[in-house]
């Protein structure tokens, strides 16, 4: 049995292979190696493909799809997508906008990668495929984690390593599945207010909380006063939503310890998030029985993320030993 999983995860390497323009990451190849029993390219006619009847994504841009489609009249299909076999027609895992915009351009077929395992499997593929889209929603995000946990029973760093996430954002995306329907109203109409959010998740006055929602669904309320607002800042919360007076202040001596107090709160807190991450990374580094389940692939790319991760910190380190004397002036 072992020398036909061998067998059949180096036909899978030899069919990516062939198909060197997918955009299916290496989690889901190694998911396909663990679990698929057969697979194969394909032209398949897009009139034979079912969409997704557990599709994790709740919208998509039309606008986007249609510029998809114009490419693809004038270009074809490029990257193939990843069906199963459903009796005499095939249900669609991952790939839905190409096979979208490929009925828009009248395409009569499309390059597909047939894979045959079971639903559980293709529902998780699925959704890990989705996750790694940069055109995804917050709350489709925060649904999608939440089955991932639940569901399949990731942990929170598994999935962040899954997906390509650190843990700190994995944790805050499931506590936006909890958040209150006016907070959830307000990321849906507004993608840049996450932050907000979280920070007006910490507000239990219902009221208050709508009514600071609004302003800030306006544009009427930057992070920075809401966090005044909450407590963050400066370590009180109060009713007063301050306007002109951190301006006034911080022209004065008192205003620029209060700024500074406030940066340098802002830098503990980073340097806490930083440290917790490269504890948690060596934790997995040193167990070995862990190191050999992730593709060669993961770990090369990781090293490079790590090496453009040092180059950061290297940069920062310089940047704040040179603004060290200028910060001592200004509190003097």
Do not use: C
């Amino acid at each position: 049995m072992a020398e036909k999983r061998a067998a059949f995860r180096e036909n899978i390497h030899r069919l990516f292979d062939e198909a060197q323009t997918t955009d299916l990451g290496p989690g889901i190849v190694s998911l396909i190696e663990s679990r698929a029993t057969h697979a194969q390219i394909r032209e398949i006619p897009v009139g034979k493909i079912l969409p997704n009847p557990a599709q994790p994504r709740l919208s998509y841009d039309e606008e986007s799809l249609t510029e998809l489609a114009d490419s693809i009249r004038e270009h074809g299909v490029l990257q193939p997508i990843l069906v199963r076999p459903s009796g005499p027609k095939f249900e669609l895992i991952a790939g839905e906008r190409r096979w979208r915009a490929s009925g828009m351009a009248n395409r009569e077929s499309i390059p597909a990668i047939v894979v045959e395992f079971d639903e559980s499997t293709a529902l998780e593929i699925s959704i890990i495929e989705n996750l790694q889209r940069e055109d995804v929603s917050p709350l489709e995000e925060a649904v999608m984690f939440r089955k991932m946990t639940e569901t399949f029973g990731y942990s929170v760093r598994q999935l962040a390593q899954k997906v390509g996430k650190d843990k700190g954002y994995v944790e805050n995306r499931l506590r936006l599945t909890d958040a209150p329907a006016d907070i959830k109203e307000l990321v849906s109409l507004r993608k840049d207010t996450i932050s907000h959010a979280y920070e007006l998740m910490k507000i239990g006055d219902e009221r208050k909380r709508r009514r600071l929602a609004k302003r800030v669904a306006a544009g009427e309320l930057s992070l920075a006063k809401l966090r005044l607002i909450t407590g963050t800042a400066s370590g009180r919360a109060g009713d007063a939503e301050p306007e002109q007076t951190p301006r006034r202040r911080a022209k004065t001596a008192a205003g620029h310890m209060v700024a500074a107090r406030e940066a340098d709160d802002a830098l503990m807190g980073a340097r806490a998030k930083l440290a917790e991450g490269v504890d948690d990374m060596v934790d997995i580094l040193r167990q070995p029985e862990l190191m050999e389940q992730i593709p060669s692939v993961n770990r090369d790319n990781f090293v490079k993320h790590l090496t453009i991760t040092k180059l950061k910190i290297e940069n920062a380190i310089a940047i704040i030993r040179a603004g060290s004397p200028a910060r001592d002036e200004v509190l003097e």
